[in-house]
């Protein structure tokens, strides 16, 4: 696994418990997660 890859598994985490704490809908972490995940050039993608 790349740093990227490990990066963002660590950060759909924290999405994650964002939306389970009610601080944004799901489909905001989606469209969050998959603009991170460009942005940092991970190439695995967590579904919600």
Do not use: H
């Not at 985490?13 to 989606?30: H, M, S, W």
């Not at 997660?33 to 190439?43: L, T, V």
Request: glycine letters at 4%; one cysteine or more.
């Amino acid at each position: 696994m790349t740093s990227a890859n490990l990066d963002y598994c660590g950060i759909v985490k924290l999405i994650r418990a964002l939306v389970d704490a009610n601080a944004c809908t799901e489909a905001e972490a989606q469209k969050v997660a998959r603009r991170i995940a460009a942005r940092i050039g991970a190439d695995i993608l967590f579904p919600f």
